[in-house]
């Protein structure tokens, strides 16, 4: 697959500025849908980053404090970084005993070598330049540190964001022209991707797995709700087309979640990756 960094067509700049900007609207939105999906890899990547008892533990994206507030039940001494205000606002009224900060994943405002262990929960998919991140993180890393993310599966595996993203195809729905242009969103979901993102920052030991569970939302409706009030780029695809187009992508929708449907409530599968390497 393409580096995102030579993608034809991407403005990574911009591309980061809309992400940022629309993360400032979703943390609660994140918080009410997201929690008990993303939730399910939190102690997985502590323990990709063999997180525990006075481990100096940078939690990078860390929207809620999810990861946070794990790391620091471990005895871990924590820090929270998250691009937008709102999330930082948000974690630090969740979790008030932990630090968290404003910052740009891409220039990271601590010190070469300040942490034994970086986590990412699904940060590594909203980025404009990947591999100016993945520097940032191997610089403040310290020798024989640990760094640990995740980034959603392949759609047709990941079927809670799938199906969405296949009612936006089947009507016919294109991206509006107000949006910039992203890199792959499924990028990540690659494998060989992830370990090549790894080992050009000179991370050894690297290894790549997959999770896979599945998770019950209540309604075809609550599913729908989630997701546009919890994601940025896919709300932004659907909420800016015409009515009749949301319309069309909605039924769309409806009739795709079916399969998926037990009782009054769906059971969507769910896969994730989960990387993990060491600085030697």
């Known amino acids: 697959m393409i580096a995102e960094s030579v993608t034809c067509g991407i403005d990574p700049d911009a591309f980061n500025a809309f992400e940022a900007g629309g993360w400032e609207q979703k943390a609660a939105g994140y918080d009410r849908f997201f929690g008990g999906i993303t939730g399910r890899l939190v102690e997985p990547l502590l323990d990709a980053a063999r997180v525990g008892t006075g481990t100096r533990t940078l939690d990078l994206a860390s ?43 891409h220039q990271l405002p601590f010190a070469d ?50 199906v969405f993203l296949d009612a936006v195809a089947e009507a016919g729905a294109r991206p ?21 993102l790894l080992r050009e920052q000179g991370l050894e030991d690297r290894v790549v797995t997959t999770i896979s569970f599945t998770h019950t939302v209540a309604s075809a409706d609550d599913l729908w709700n989630g997701l546009l009030g919890g994601t940025v780029r896919t709300s932004a695809l659907i909420q800016r087309q015409s009515e009749e187009v949301q319309q069309r992508i909605r039924a769309a929708f409806n009739r795709l979640v079916e399969p998926y449907r037990r009782g009054d409530a769906l059971e969507l599968p769910v896969s994730a990756k989960l990387a993990a390497g060491r600085r030697p």
């Open 63 to 105: 929207g809620p404090g999810y990861v946070a507030a794990a790391a620091a039940e471990r005895g871990a001494s924590v820090t929270g970084v998250d691009v937008a205000a709102a999330m930082v606002s948000f974690a630090g009224g969740l979790h008030p005993g932990i630090e968290f900060l404003q910052a740009d994943v």
């Open 113 to 162: 070598a300040s942490f034994d262990a970086l986590v990412a929960n699904f940060l590594i998919l909203h980025l404009g330049r990947p591999e100016v991140a993945a520097a940032e993180f191997a610089r403040v890393l310290r020798d024989g540190g640990r760094l640990a993310l995740t980034a959603w599966d392949l759609p047709g595996r990941a079927r809670f964001l799938g």
């Open 176 to 196: 509006p022209e107000d949006i910039p242009t992203g890199p792959d969103f499924f990028r990540f979901s690659v494998d060989g991707e992830l370990d090549t």
